[in-house]
């Protein structure tokens, strides 16, 4: 999209439904759109600067952090070209979201990595629909097969 002017570009990160995260090489957040503020419940004041533990849940954050760090120095990802991560998040209350989101990978002219930028979008009503559907089949089989 290049020859866009910086306001336009900045209008369509305010007014995506999904949350943009931008961070730097260190995981500290130095972007965060509005649908992020919605999605998260922190406002870009709270957010920027703080590390990417503020929405990654406690029990996560050895596997994250170790994840990130072979990215850091590989320079790949195997969650590129598009893919969608299903994982946990936190909300600013405390409470746990089902978050989907894809990672673009922003490197310098040398191929290392400066950005990683995020896209989230809240899939937590899917995801608690889906587990109760998935438990009511459960239930009618294990009743069909008692019954037969």
Known sequence: MTGLPDDL????????PDAVLVSDRKGEIR??????????GFTA???MGASMDL???ERLRG???????????S???????????AVPA???DGRQLSVEFSIQLLKDGAGRIEWVV?????VTERFQRDKALKLRVKELEEKAGAAG
């Open 63 to 73: 596997r994250h952090w170790d994840g990130w760090g072979h990215v850091m120095e």
């Open 9 to 16: 570009l900045r209008r369509i990160l305010e007014g995506s």
């Open 118 to 122: 995020a896209v989230f979008r809240d």
């Open 90 to 92: 936190l909300h600013k």
């Open 31 to 40: 972007g965060w759109n509005g649908a992020a503020e919605r999605i998260f």
């Open 45 to 47: 004041a709270e957010a």
């Open 55 to 57: 929405i990654v849940p």
């Open 75 to 85: 320079g790949v990802t195997r969650y590129g070209g598009g893919q969608l991560l």
